[in-house]
């Protein structure tokens, strides 16, 4: 069941658009689309980590190691 993103209410197709039935916010289906897609990526935002943020981390975290391996073969 879609959920407005305004008030959390519920979200019935009223064609040509999903209308909220708590608040009466309106929109296109392709903005439904775009608006949950907008929710998804705010809500990692608040969660912390983006999943790019995350592989460059990975990516350094590979990084120090391979850089220590190397110091350690040094010695
Ligand atoms: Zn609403």
């Known amino acids: 069941m879609?959920?407005?993103q305004d008030c959390g209410g519920i979200?019935?197709?009223r064609p040509p658009f999903y209308v909220c039935?708590?608040?009466g916010l309106s929109f296109r289906r392709?903005?439904?689309e775009k608006v949950k897609k907008t929710i998804k990526e705010e809500f990692k935002e608040e969660m912390g980590e983006s999943d790019e943020?995350?592989?460059r981390k990975d990516r350094q975290?590979?990084?120090d190691?391979?850089?220590w391996l190397m110091k350690k073969e040094e010695d």
Request: with cysteine; hydrophobic share 30%.
């Open 65 to 67: 190691y391979h850089d």
């Open 11 to 13: 979200v019935k197709w």
């Open 21 to 23: 039935l708590d608040c």
């Open 53 to 55: 943020e995350i592989d």
């Open 30 to 32: 392709g903005e439904f």
């Open 2 to 4: 879609a959920k407005c």
């Open 61 to 63: 975290r590979k990084r």
